[in-house]
Structures are given as C-alpha cells and as structure tokens.
Nanobody
Framework: VQLVESGGGLVQAGGSLTLSCVASGFPFDDYVIGWFRQAPGQEREGVPCISGSDGSISYVDSVKGRFTVSSDNAKNTVYLQMKSLKPEDTAVYYC???????????????????YGQGTQVTVSS
C-alpha cells in the first residue's frame, strides 16, 4: 500500500493550494480516503474524507466553504483544493485510506488503516 501526497508549499493568507494523493496497492473503490492535518503540538485532525464507493463526502466545520475534496477513481487520485487559506491551516497534511464504505463526520475522528508521508502546508500572515 502506498499513498503519496504532493502539492504542499508556502502561501500567503487568502491564497490557494491544491494537494494531490496518489494511491496504489489496494482496491481504491473499496476505501474511503481522508485528509488529515497535524500542526506542531496539536492533535491530528480529520479535514475531509471522500468515499471511493459511493462518493460520499464530509468536511470538518473549520474548512467548510473553503476546501473541496474530489477524486479521480480512474487515476486512483484524490485532490484537496484549498482556498482562502488562513495561518491556522498551517500543518503537515496527510492522506489516509480506510476500508469502510462511506464517509461521514464520524469518519474524520478515528484512525485510518494507512497513511502517506505527509506534505507541509505553511500559510503566512
């Protein structure tokens, strides 16, 4: 199993970034892919998740209206489009995979089966 994130970087507040997560080694359609983030000294936080099977999506309240998660099942790739970024969005962002059917708000709160290595997002004020 491999999850490879890319697209992180440094951006000014109000700017945008798009992260990508390419998955391999498992049946993509049978898994939920989640994006998690962890800032120094803080707990890991589930941000959005998306189901490869039924397309269900859920977001944590702090990113609703600013972040958009999407997937291209043909490419086994999940994207996280982030707009109107804030300094408090600064964190290492990880994509993760869990063998569950659909994605709801509860699925942002439990550990997933597999995680990528993470990509740093830094938002300057």
């Amino acid at each position: 199993v491999q999850l490879v994130e890319s697209g992180g970087g440094l951006v000014q507040a109000g700017g945008s970034l798009t992260l990508s997560c390419v998955a391999s080694g498992f049946p993509f359609d049978d898994y939920v892919i989640g994006w998690f983030r962890q800032a120094p000294g803080q707990e890991r936080e589930g941000v959005p998740c998306i189901s490869g099977s039924d397309g269900s999506i859920s977001y944590v309240d702090s990113v609703k209206g600013r972040f958009t998660v999407s997937s291209d099942n043909a490419k086994n790739t999940v994207y996280l489009q982030m707009k109107s970024l804030k300094p408090e969005d600064t964190a290492v962002y990880y994509c993760a995979a869990d063998e569950i059917w659909d994605c709801n708000e509860n699925d942002l709160r439990h550990p997933y089966d597999y995680y990528g290595q993470g990509t740093q997002v830094t938002v300057s004020s």
